[in-house]
């Protein structure tokens, strides 16, 4: 094939490519051969098509049809060459579009096109020369780009014709510069500035264009650039004088009239290009008002200018790429929202908006503070840089070019992110619409305005007016201003002319979606606006959404589509904000919940405009945080509601968090919501729900303590709640109670806070007896309570009739109170430990009875009637508890007044109680029990009385206001009348009940007795403390003091206060505690009295030592709910029992002995706390069990065998005391002999250290001098680190280095001169002990930290394993000892009796740390700095008080380890002896173990109280008393002696410790194992 034939299958391949042999898309069969009528068709159908590119590819394709069908072979074409070209003429006469294109431009341009496009065209000639030459009205068109343009002329007329355009476009006639005809341009410029000068310049428009047109025609001026310069001129005089150029314009010749002016538009897109930027907004403004007058096109100009559109989008795309940024700032890094609060220094939205487009943002956040004319600079750059197109379509929208701008916005809707002035023209122009609407439905007609007040002037000493002008200032602004005299306005106030106004709320909703959809949520650029369609939108849902529930959906969706969004935009605007909420507020709040969670986790997110304003908001969320504080509060708090009440779901979220991690914060945002908007309320609300709903738990690990979050939310709410009455807070009371149903932890909380903080109710736990008595007596003695224990109820009374209302209103008082006591009933039956549920259940408890105390002072009783259901609802359905439904209504029947036959006594009377025998107990008897109160049967006149005093001595003050005297004086008078108004009712209840006692009391038998004690006084006792004390007194309001003691004692012979402790709650077991505390005191009282015979006398020592017992025992328990609520016990009852000094004594022991081993620290603070008091009242007051009842004859017998003994001890400590100080005195004359014997002298101080005799007395002496550091600058970690290399020396035995590490020189000494001299190794292992923890101790500042006290046994451990070299000088010394004359032998000074106690000497204690909880038993005076003064033997004191804390600790621990007899001894010998032992320091070395040159243990006579057997007992009066009484005869006696005082009672009953060891309190023997009965009648087997 050659190539000639391959290029011509090319050519036809690509021909079918571009024109397919197919049938025709436009000229179809139906058209080729049909009707010329019917091409009508093609012309309408090209009349629909608006765009001109659709048109264009219409004609072309068209075009190449009917070619390719009349160059066809075979055409079948029925229409003429004649007609086609009548068809293709009338093609050119359509209207063209918006961009006004000609059409025969159009049509000529297309025609050539597809001409060209066919190859047949050029085998075709004839046929195309024939239809161009029969259509005229391309010829135009054809001449300029057709080659047919030579077939259609001669030579003649080509020739011609090109003359003619030489003449017309190579030739000037006119001239067109300045520089050409500088007088001719001169003239005419100034005569545009004469014209906008004159005044009458309206009325001489043809006399100016007429000299306009003879100065052109004169000079010969180009009519285009004499436009220019009109125009020119025209631009600056356009705010005053735009009428005249209209009207000039449209009289002038300078521009065509038939249609639009293409030079006019090709001369303002000119002068708008390159215009400067001090003239480019005014010469805007003249084109928008061109546009406006139709003499421009607004679309074709807009195209026409710069920048291009793929420019413009560039732009666009970097100032949204700068916005992310701006908008990601503080998410990117999570650390910038966590860091300390910084002040950002961010510029404005708008400000960010107006910078350079495409123009990156700068990367540096803390960049230095600009100077003010920096500033101004760069704000001129901005507004320099802006796009001209963005300059035009701001002037369209100002001066109302409504339909060229909101096309323009609508194709580039993007375009309002460089300028943020064009959101805020469109909503200008949306506010002129819905103007009538506004006006109709919100501002209803009103008369006329009258004028403003005239100005008073003085003319002449004369009053005049004159009225008061304004001068109004025309401005380029759109916005009016006002300032002073002088008003600015928009110049061109024709703006709205053609604009059309709605009449309807559906025109409304019309206008909305075609105008809010091209700015988006810029809406919010107008506060105006959204003020004016929230007010529209109220008018209308309040006027139809009751019959029309449609209606208020539509406003639902509308508010969700564009009203709501625009929120985050508004600024700091709270006044608009609050206005989108006032329609949002007739919304459900399901619905505006919605709307809250879609802005949060979705607008805010997703839309780039929002999520800037949202981050924005949170960052000066943390400034403004950051800077409030107590002393800023009322600066900071105003801007803290303003930026929250504008934006409250970018900004309250961050709040609450913060608030669930700090504290302070809370009180502080608290003060702030007072500020704030029902806006911010409402979303607050929200954003609580949101937080508290999140799955986290409630509760610590422990399960006991609320988790922080909880806690503090909690507070918050309370708080919020408390302190701003706007707050509505109903969400939250549903949710507290829906929460109740689950059981969740967090319901709780938040309602405890709500009872204490809104509604001021203190619960009654740790209130002492008389605020509790003062709070069951008349209503002004009730108040003054509340003050006392700091309740406030009183003073809240508003908040909590809020609240009572907010759970009235759901119907919710009963299901919260049988939700609390099901909730209750539920934590015994977990599997908790038991500390978890008795905290569980006091919390639970306590909130009950709060809320019960909220309701009923509250409601009014037909309230409380009706929304709190009846005794029996509560009992036989709900099987709540007698107690708690008495508690509910006994108050409400209490005020009506009747004594008996109340609707109460009826209620118990008729219903069947469950659980309740009362064919045990008098079914009266529980009634009254239960239907009276504290208030009905009690009252302490004194209390009354007592405040009257208070008030006559306020009365009495000098500087008292009348009104404050008449407010004390009511007081006053109200607090007689209330205490006559209760005397009264206690007298008549008296007289009513007093008859019913001698009935009650018939039946005493122990069944009655112990179902009243079940049914009535045990479960009203553990009730409350106002029910504990209301037991005690109508238990002795009418009973007689032997029925009473009977009481007592089937209540201590049944041996439940045991279990009943152990299965209380701690709050239980003080209420219990409160009950005995009141009923021993009476009892006590009456013994005083003397009004207790003896026998009854003898009977409450046996409920004494009965209740001894069983207190002891539950203390020896090792679980924590024994030993805890035993303590809490007897807090309470410690007051007034035990009595008798012996039981205090074995109480105190008991005590002391759980703190050895006891490591839990809530039960050790408050055992010291209770041991303090206990020995602070044995110092106080010490009873004898001789004063409390009469003895006899075993008791008095073995009282005397006791001072006998207490004698014979007495003398024996003397006895060694004398011998100490013959020894002493021997041991000094041995050492004067001996310096006298080496020529020293004595009295020289420079020769003292010369003495090398290692005295013992100087040792001992030494280490009781207090040797602690003055200054303790030590951390612990520097003491840990000494005491482990201390350690390591003590096991590696190496003394010299622990000496070092010991940096106090008097204790260094000490172990060094132990070094030195001979002492038996535990004493000297002892020593060094005593010493270093004396050193340590003296560095720390808590001497109790578990890891000090851990390296304190690592230090004891190892001096255990210390060993010392026996200097050979000592035996000297204890060989002259022994040499000495010793007493004969005797039961004082057996030398098995020292051998012995050598032998079981315990170690030689340090002086015990005094917690602040204890009270030190020592009567002697504390040592002062001059001591110094003392001699040998006064300093020994020291020691002694050393020793006796030992003895006391270590004499309990031997008895353990005695068995048989020697525990029985132990347990008999009299301990108050112990105190004439408290001068011993501890016995004396005794040499090597069995030597019999052992000596005498010494003892120095110190201060002894005068009743000497309440001291405790030495370790020499143990060791003494163990070996005189191991003979069978003494042992023999001793059970005897011990029987006589036990009763008459079976084997099995519990042993009376107390009354066996009569006058003597024993200490107790607390077992590790089951309490056994031993056949030698030891009362604990080990």
């Given at each position: 094939m050659s190539l000639i034939d391959r290029l011509n299958k090319i050519a036809k391949q690509q021909q079918q490519i571009l024109l397919p042999a197919s049938k025709g898309t436009i000229l179809t069969g139906e058209y080729i051969t049909g009707?010329?009528?019917?091409?009508?068709?093609?012309?309408?159908?090209?009349?629909?098509?608006?765009?001109?590119?659709?048109?264009?590819?219409?004609?072309?394709?068209?075009?190449?049809?009917?070619?390719?069908?009349?160059?066809?072979?075979?055409?079948?074409?029925?229409?003429?060459?004649?007609?086609?070209?009548?068809?293709?003429?009338?093609?050119?006469?359509?209207?063209?579009?918006?961009?006004?294109?000609?059409?025969?431009?159009?049509?000529?341009?297309?025609?050539?096109?597809?001409?060209?496009?066919?190859?047949?065209?050029?085998?075709?000639?004839?046929?195309?020369?024939?239809?161009?030459?029969?259509?005229?009205?391309?010829?135009?068109?054809?001449?300029?780009?057709?080659?047919?343009?030579?077939?259609?002329?001669?030579?003649?007329?080509?020739?011609?014709?090109?003359?003619?355009?030489?003449?017309?476009?190579?030739?000037?006639?006119?001239?067109?510069?300045?520089?050409?005809?500088?007088?001719?341009?001169?003239?005419?410029?100034?005569?545009?500035?004469?014209?906008?000068?004159?005044?009458?310049?309206?009325?001489?428009?043809?006399?100016?264009?007429?000299?306009?047109?003879?100065?052109?025609?004169?000079?010969?001026?180009?009519?285009?650039?004499?436009?220019?310069?009109?125009?020119?001129?025209?631009?600056?005089?356009?705010?005053?004088?735009?009428?005249?150029?209209?009207?000039?314009?449209?009289?002038?010749?300078?521009?065509?009239?038939?249609?639009?002016?293409?030079?006019?538009?090709?001369?303002?897109?000119?002068?708008?290009?390159?215009?400067?930027?001090?003239?480019?907004?005014?010469?805007?403004?003249?084109?928008?008002?061109?546009?406006?007058?139709?003499?421009?096109?607004?679309?074709?100009?807009?195209?026409?200018?710069?920048?291009?559109?793929?420019?413009?989008?560039?732009?666009?795309?970097?100032?949204?790429?700068?916005?992310?940024?701006?908008?990601?700032?503080?998410?990117?890094?999570?650390?910038?929202?966590?860091?300390?609060?910084?002040?950002?220094?961010?510029?404005?939205?708008?400000?960010?908006?107006?910078?350079?487009?495409?123009?990156?943002?700068?990367?540096?956040?803390?960049?230095?503070?600009?100077?003010?004319?920096?500033?101004?600079?760069?704000d001129m750059e901005r507004s320099s840089s802006i796009p001209r197109k963005i300059v035009l379509l701001k002037s369209l929208l100002s001066h109302g070019c409504v339909e060229d701008a909101f096309l323009i916005v609508n194709r580039y809707p993007k375009c309002v992110l460089l300028d943020n002035e064009i959101p805020t023209l469109v909503t200008r122009i949306f506010e002129y619409i819905i103007r009538d609407i506004y006006s109709s439905t919100v501002l209803q007609p009103s008369k006329e305005l009258a004028a403003p007040q005239k100005l008073m002037t003085e003319n002449e000493q004369s009053l005049s007016t004159k009225p008061r002008l304004i001068t109004e200032n025309l401005s380029h602004n759109v916005d009016t201003t006002l300032s002073l005299n002088s008003k600015n306005i928009f110049y061109f106030q024709e703006w709205c002319d053609g604009i059309e106004q709605i009449s309807n709320i559906d025109e409304l909703f019309e206008k909305s979606h075609l105008l809010f959809s091209l700015i988006g949520f810029e809406i919010a650029k107008s506060g105006s606006l959204l003020c004016q369609i929230c007010r529209i939108a109220i008018h209308d849902i309040e006027k139809y959404s009751v019959d029309d529930t449609s209606k208020l959906d539509e406003w639902v969706n509308y508010f969700r589509k564009f009203i709501f969004p625009a929120v985050p935009l508004l600024g700091i605007n709270p006044t608009a904000s609050n206005q989108i909420y006032c329609v949002m507020k007739l919304f459900p709040f399901e619905k505006r919940y919605i709307m809250y969670n879609e802005m949060i986790t979705k607008l805010s997110q997703d839309i780039l405009p929002l999520r800037m304003a949202s981050n924005k908001a949170e960052r000066d969320l943390r400034s403004i945080l950051k800077a409030l504080s107590i002393d800023t509060i009322s600066k900071e708090a105003r801007k803290l509601s303003n930026l929250v009440s504008s934006n409250p779901l970018a900004t309250l979220i961050p709040v609450v968090k913060q608030i669930e991690n700090y504290d302070k914060v809370s009180d502080l945002v608290v003060h702030s919501t007072r500020y704030y908007n029902d806006f911010a309320y409402d979303v607050l609300q929200y954003v609580l729900l949101l937080r508290l709903t999140q799955s986290r738990s409630a509760l610590q690990e422990d399960g006991i303590n609320e988790s922080m979050w909880a806690q503090r939310l909690s507070i918050f709410i309370a708080g919020l709640s408390s302190e701003c009455p706007e707050m509505d807070i109903s969400n939250i009371i549903v949710f507290v109670i829906k929460k109740l149903h689950e059981g969740n932890a967090i319901a709780t909380s938040i309602l405890k806070q709500l009872l204490s903080k809104v509604a001021g109710i203190r619960d009654l736990n740790e209130v002492n007896n008389n605020s509790i008595i003062m709070l069951n007596s008349g209503e002004p003695l009730r108040q003054e309570a509340r003050k006392l224990i700091f309740d406030f109820r009183d003073s809240h009374k508003e908040r909590s009739s809020k609240l009572v209302s907010l759970f009235q209103k759901e119907h919710s008082i009963t299901e919260i109170i049988i939700l609390l006591y099901n909730l209750k009933l539920k934590t015994n039956i977990t599997t908790d430990h038991y500390k978890i549920l008795s905290t569980r259940s006091d919390d639970l408890n306590t909130l009950l009875w709060s809320f019960i105390e909220l309701i009923k002072f509250c409601l009014s009783d037909e309230n409380f009637a009706s929304n709190v259901s009846s005794f029996e609802s509560l009992h036989d359905i709900h099987h709540i508890s007698v107690s708690w439904i008495c508690h509910i209504w006994r108050d409400v029947y209490d005020k009506k007044g009747q004594i008996n036959n109340t609707d109460l006594e009826g209620l118990l009377t008729n219903v069947n109680i469950s659980h309740t025998e009362f064919h045990k107990i008098e079914r009266s008897l529980f009634v009254k029990f239960w239907r009276f109160s504290l208030y009905d049967i009690y009252m302490d006149e004194s209390l009354y009385y007592s405040e009257i005093e208070k008030m006559e001595r306020k009365l009495t003050a000098q500087d008292l206001s009348t009104r404050k005297k008449k407010s004390l004086q009511q007081k006053k008078e109200s607090l007689l009348s209330s205490l006559e108004v209760q005397k009264e009712r206690i007298k008549n209840i008296h007289e009513y009940l007093h008859p019913l006692y001698g009935k009650w009391t018939e039946n005493s038998d122990k069944d009655s007795l112990m179902s009243f004690l079940q049914y009535c006084i045990i479960p009203r006792a553990i009730f409350s403390p106002s029910d504990a004390i209301f037991t005690t007194h109508f238990i002795f309001y009418g009973f007689e003091v032997e029925y009473i003691l009977k009481l007592l004692s089937s209540f201590m012979e049944s041996n439940i206060l045991n279990t009943?402790?152990?299965?209380?709650?701690?709050?239980?077991?003080?209420?219990?505690?409160?009950?005995?505390?009141?009923?021993?005191?009476?009892?006590?009282?009456?013994?005083?009295?003397?009004?207790?015979?003896?026998?009854?006398?003898?009977?409450?020592?046996?409920?004494?030592?009965?209740?001894?017992?069983?207190?002891?025992?539950?203390?020896?328990?090792?679980?924590?709910?024994?030993?805890?609520?035993?303590?809490?016990?007897?807090?309470?009852?410690?007051?007034?029992?035990?009595?008798?000094?012996?039981?205090?004594?074995?109480?105190?022991?008991?005590?002391?002995?759980?703190?050895?081993?006891?490591?839990?620290?809530?039960?050790?603070?408050?055992?010291?706390?209770?041991?303090?008091?206990?020995?602070?009242?044995?110092?106080?007051?010490?009873?004898?069990?001789?004063?409390?009842?009469?003895?006899?004859?075993?008791?008095?017998?073995?009282?005397?065998?006791?001072?006998?003994?207490?004698?014979?001890?007495?003398?024996?400590?003397?006895?060694?005391?004398?011998?100490?100080?013959?020894?002493?005195?021997?041991?000094?004359?041995?050492?004067?002999?001996?310096?006298?014997?080496?020529?020293?002298?004595?009295?020289?101080?420079?020769?003292?250290?010369?003495?090398?005799?290692?005295?013992?007395?100087?040792?001992?002496?030494?280490?009781?001098?207090?040797?602690?550091?003055?200054?303790?600058?030590?951390?612990?970690?520097?003491?840990?680190?000494?005491?482990?290399?201390?350690?390591?020396?003590?096991?590696?035995?190496?003394?010299?280095?622990?000496?070092?590490?010991?940096?106090?020189?008097?204790?260094?000494?000490?172990?060094?001169?132990?070094?030195?001299?001979?002492?038996?190794?535990?004493?000297?292992?002892?020593?060094?002990?005593?010493?270093?923890?004396?050193?340590?101790?003296?560095?720390?500042?808590?001497?109790?930290?578990?890891?000090?006290?851990?390296?304190?046994?690592?230090?004891?451990?190892?001096?255990?394993?210390?060993?010392?070299?026996?200097?050979?000088?000592?035996?000297?010394?204890?060989?002259?000892?022994?040499?000495?004359?010793?007493?004969?032998?005797?039961?004082?000074?057996?030398?098995?009796?020292?051998?012995?106690?050598?032998?079981?000497?315990?170690?030689?204690?340090?002086?015990?740390?005094?917690?602040s909880y204890t009270t030190n038993r020592n009567d002697t005076k504390p040592t002062g700095r001059d001591d110094a003064r003392f001699n040998r033997s006064g300093d020994r004191y020291k020691k002694i008080e050393k020793a006796h804390s030992n003895s006391k600790q270590n004499v309990y621990q031997n008895r353990q380890h005695s068995t048989g007899p020697e525990r029985q001894q132990s347990y008999n010998r009299n301990s108050n002896t112990e105190s004439s032992s408290r001068g011993v320091k501890r016995e004396l070395p005794t040499g090597p173990e069995g030597s019999s040159t052992n000596k005498k243990p010494r003892n120095d006579t110190g201060n002894f109280k005068k009743n000497a057997r309440y001291a405790p007992k030495s370790q020499e009066e143990q060791f003494y008393q163990k070996d005189s009484r191991n003979s069978s005869s003494n042992n023999n006696e001793r059970m005897r002696y011990k029987g006589s005082f036990n009763k008459t009672k079976s084997n099995n009953s519990s042993t009376n410790v107390t009354k066996r060891f009569g006058n003597t309190p024993p200490k107790p023997h607390l077992p590790q194992g089951p309490r056994n009965q031993s056949s030698a009648g030891s009362r604990y087997q080990k």
């Open positions: 009707d010329e009528k019917q091409w009508d068709n093609l012309i309408d159908d090209l009349k629909r098509i608006e765009d001109d590119s659709d048109r264009e590819q219409w004609l072309r394709t068209f075009f190449i049809e009917l070619f390719q069908i009349l160059f066809a072979a075979t055409s079948t074409l029925t229409l003429s060459i004649k007609t086609i070209a009548l068809f293709i003429n009338d093609l050119t006469k359509i209207l063209p579009t918006r961009s006004h294109l000609s059409m025969s431009s159009m049509v000529g341009k297309s025609f050539i096109a597809a001409m060209s496009c066919v190859p047949e065209a050029a085998t075709h000639e004839d046929m195309l020369i024939e239809l161009v030459t029969k259509t005229t009205r391309i010829h135009s068109e054809v001449f300029k780009f057709s080659w047919l343009s030579s077939k259609l002329t001669n030579r003649a007329q080509t020739q011609l014709l090109r003359h003619l355009l030489k003449k017309s476009k190579y030739e000037i006639t006119k001239f067109n510069l300045l520089a050409e005809s500088s007088v001719g341009f001169s003239e005419l410029v100034m005569l545009y500035l004469t014209a906008y000068n004159d005044e009458n310049k309206m009325q001489k428009v043809k006399w100016y264009i007429q000299e306009a047109n003879f100065i052109c025609g004169k000079y010969a001026l180009d009519s285009a650039r004499c436009l220019d310069i009109f125009l020119s001129v025209s631009s600056t005089y356009i705010v005053n004088h735009y009428k005249f150029l209209i009207e000039y314009l449209n009289q002038s010749s300078l521009i065509s009239h038939n249609g639009l002016d293409i030079t006019l538009s090709q001369i303002v897109c000119f002068n708008l290009d390159k215009c400067d930027k001090d003239s480019v907004a005014t010469y805007a403004d003249m084109c928008a008002i061109m546009i406006k007058a139709k003499l421009l096109d607004g679309q074709l100009l807009y195209h026409n200018i710069q920048p291009t559109i793929d420019a413009l989008q560039k732009m666009i795309s970097d100032e949204e790429d700068m916005l992310e940024r701006e908008s990601m700032k503080g998410i990117d890094n999570p650390l910038a929202m966590a860091a300390a609060l910084t002040t950002d220094e961010d510029d404005d939205f708008g400000d960010r908006r107006n910078r350079k487009p495409g123009k990156p943002a700068n990367n540096e956040d803390n960049t230095d503070t600009v100077t003010k004319d920096t500033g101004i600079v760069e009943l402790l152990f299965s209380a709650t701690i709050s239980e077991a003080g209420n219990l505690g409160i009950f005995f505390e009141t009923f021993l005191l009476t009892l006590e009282e009456k013994r005083k009295a003397n009004i207790l015979s003896a026998i009854q006398k003898r009977d409450l020592y046996d409920c004494h030592t009965s209740m001894m017992d069983q207190i002891v025992d539950l203390l020896q328990e090792k679980n924590y709910m024994s030993i805890r609520n035993g303590i809490e016990f007897m807090k309470h009852v410690s007051n007034v029992f035990p009595v008798i000094d012996e039981q205090v004594g074995l109480l105190i022991s008991a005590l002391e002995y759980n703190l050895t081993s006891e490591e839990r620290e809530d039960i050790k603070l408050p055992t010291n706390a209770l041991i303090g008091h206990l020995k602070a009242r044995l110092r106080k007051e010490q009873l004898p069990l001789n004063k409390f009842c009469e003895l006899n004859e075993e008791e008095m017998k073995l009282k005397e065998e006791q001072d006998s003994e207490k004698a014979e001890i007495d003398n024996y400590l003397r006895a060694l005391e004398n011998e100490k100080k013959e020894a002493n005195i021997r041991r000094k004359l041995e050492t004067n002999k001996k310096k006298r014997e080496a020529g020293i002298d004595s009295s020289n101080p420079d020769n003292q250290d010369i003495n090398t005799e290692n005295d013992l007395d100087d040792i001992y002496r030494e280490e009781t001098r207090d040797s602690r550091p003055r200054e303790v600058n030590w951390p612990l970690g520097k003491v840990f680190r000494s005491m482990s290399e201390t350690i390591y020396h003590l096991k590696m035995n190496n003394i010299k280095d622990v000496i070092n590490t010991i940096k106090d020189e008097k204790l260094s000494s000490t172990i060094t001169r132990c070094m030195e001299s001979a002492m038996p190794e535990d004493e000297f292992r002892d020593t060094v002990y005593n010493t270093i923890k004396d050193f340590y101790k003296s560095l720390i500042r808590y001497e109790n930290n578990p890891d000090f006290v851990d390296r304190l046994t690592e230090v004891r451990e190892a001096c255990n394993l210390l060993s010392q070299k026996q200097p050979e000088t000592i035996a000297d010394m204890y060989a002259e000892d022994s040499e000495r004359t010793t007493p004969s032998a005797s039961r004082y000074n057996n030398t098995g009796l020292v051998a012995k106690s050598s032998v079981l000497r315990p170690n030689v204690a340090s002086k015990p740390s005094r917690d």
